[in-house]
Each structure stands twice: as structure tokens, then as C-alpha cells.
């Protein structure tokens, strides 16, 4: 396994932190980005809303995860973006790469072998297939519906009139679980509404959520033995990974900091491009 990531650096590597790499992963609900050094060590990172102006919320967060790093501008070596919106970056030109790519090299950096990467993001999921090596076999993305991301989540939120943040302690109180019929985001809607409208405990009726949306991901393709869950839903909602273990029978394996796998990924990239020059 690579060189390990860690959240809290000494001041030991702190003070070997200079130059930093820096990899942006701009998404198109939220932005991420992480700072690393020469070693490998996690040292500073933010995650904000990614808004209407790309350029000013890469621009915050760049900031503001170099304050945490005890870093500025000029210690940046190199930089790499990443995302929905990577081409909209100021600091980073034409140093890109897929998110394919960075989810990928994220979670190879911290858990070695052969790999079934699956991202839960904002507007699409991706299930990642990686050899022993690293090596990329295969990828499948869902990008033509909001079943199963965090948009559909949303959405549901926004029906429930339940704050997003609610959701996962929620769905751990359900005791039983109300599934649902379809994963259209627009047809589950109106199942919501009509398991309200017939008294149904608005708890079951999460867990049923959290349920629609893993088999949406799960029958996206078939999973290897290891299986690492990553993005800002799995983040967010602890919940969604103990039944992802309950549907398949087996541990998963979770980043440190499951939100930031694709900007982890990128500052891998931005350190080896360095190296080579």
C-alpha cells in the first residue's frame, strides 16, 4: 500500500510541508479540495457548496485549505483539477484529469489490491473496477437520472420537509422499512407523499430511501471482494454503509475522508506530475 494519509499532522510534518500539492475536485453540488506534501500527509482541506461562480468558490477553498496547512500560494508545486467543473479553475490551466482517475488513485492510495470503488455523489454515481496494481479494468457511470445520488436525496428531503442532516439518524430509529416501488426520482415523490398521506412513520419511510438508493447503485454492476464506498453521501450518512454491508454480506471499506477521495486523487496527480519535472 502507498504512503498513508493522515488527518492531523505533527509539527514535524508540518514543518517539512513545504512544497505542497494541491488537488481540486469540483463538483457540480459541492468543492473539495486537499492539500498534500512531499510524503503523502493530508495537511489541509475544505469542502464548500460549489454555487453559480466556480471560479470564486475554488478560489475560498483553495484558501481556506491552505490556512489549515500552514501553507500559501507560493508553496504550491503543483496543482491538479478534477470534477464537473475542473475547466474552470484559474489557479489550474490545463493540469486536469478524469474523476474516474482521481476516485480511483484516492482509495488505491489507501487500500491496496484489487478494488470495486463505489462514489455516491451529487449529481451521478460511479462504480470503479481496479486491478491489484491500481490499474483502471473497468468504470460504469449513472448520469442520465438522479436515482441514487444525492440530488435524489435531496429531493426527498425537500418532500419530507426534513432537514438533510436529520436524515441518517432517522432512518436508525425506522423499525420497520417502507420500500419503495420505483426509482424515478419523480415517482418516488408520490410514493413519499401517499406513505404520508396513509400515516406511514416518516423513519420507515427514510430507511425505505436509503434502501432505493444503494439497490439503484448496487445493480449498476457486479462487485469484486473488496469494496470501497466513497463521496459526500456516504459522508454524510454513516447510515447508507451498514446496509450497503447488510446487502452484500460483507465489510466495506470507507476512507478517512470519504468526501474528498476525488481531490486526494488529484493531488496524487499534481505530486507526480511535479516529480517528473
Known amino acids: 500500500m502507498g504512503d498513508t494519509l493522515h488527518a492531523r499532522p505533527t509539527e514535524t510534518e508540518r514543518r517539512m510541508a513545504q ?10 453540488s459541492r468543492t473539495k479540495v486537499a492539500v498534500i506534501n512531499r510524503q503523502g500527509v493530508l495537511l489541509g482541506h475544505t469542502v464548500r457548496k460549489s454555487g453559480i461562480d466556480f471560479g470564486v468558490t475554488a478560489a475560498l ?34 493540469k486536469t484529469k478524469t474523476e474516474i482517475g482521481c476516485h480511483a488513485k484516492g482509495c488505491h492510495h489507501s487500500f491496496a489490491g484489487e478494488l470495486t470503488i463505489i462514489d455516491i455523489g451529487g449529481q451521478d454515481n460511479k462504480i470503479i473496477k481496479l486491478d491489484a496494481e491500481g490499474r483502471r479494468d473497468s468504470f460504469k457511470m449513472n448520469r442520465k437520472c438522479a436515482a441514487g445520488t444525492g440530488a435524489f436525496l435531496e429531493e426527498m428531503s425537500s418532500r419530507l420537509d426534513i432537514p438533510l442532516e436529520e436524515m441518517n439518524n432517522l432512518a436508525r430509529q425506522a423499525t420497520e422499512m417502507i420500500k419503495l416501488g420505483s426509482y424515478c426520482t419523480v415517482f418516488s415523490a408520490t410514493e413519499v407523499l401517499e406513505n404520508i398521506r396513509h400515516g406511514k412513520p416518516v ?18 454492476d457486479s462487485l469484486t471482494e473488496k469494496v470501497v464506498l466513497c463521496g459526500g453521501v456516504v459522508a454524510h450518512n454513516p447510515y447508507m454503509v451498514e446496509m450497503t454491508e447488510e446487502l452484500i454480506g460483507r465489510p466495506v471499506l470507507l476512507p478517512e475522508f470519504p468526501q474528498l ?9 499534481a505530486r507526480e506530475e511535479s516529480n517528473k519535472r
Open 61 to 94: 477553498c483553495l484558501d481556506s485549505a491552505l490556512e489549515m496547512a500552514d501553507a500559501n500560494q507560493k508553496d504550491i508545486a503543483d496543482a491538479v483539477a478534477t470534477g464537473y467543473g475542473r475547466n474552470n479553475v484559474a489557479f489550474v490551466t490545463e
Open 203 to 220: 423513519a420507515d419511510i427514510i430507511k425505505g430511501i436509503f434502501y432505493s438508493m444503494i439497490q439503484r447503485v448496487l445493480e449498476m
Open 261 to 269: 477521495t476525488g481531490a486526494i486523487g488529484a493531488a496524487l496527480y
Open 19 to 28: 512544497p505542497v500539492y494541491v488537488g481540486l475536485d469540483m463538483g457540480a
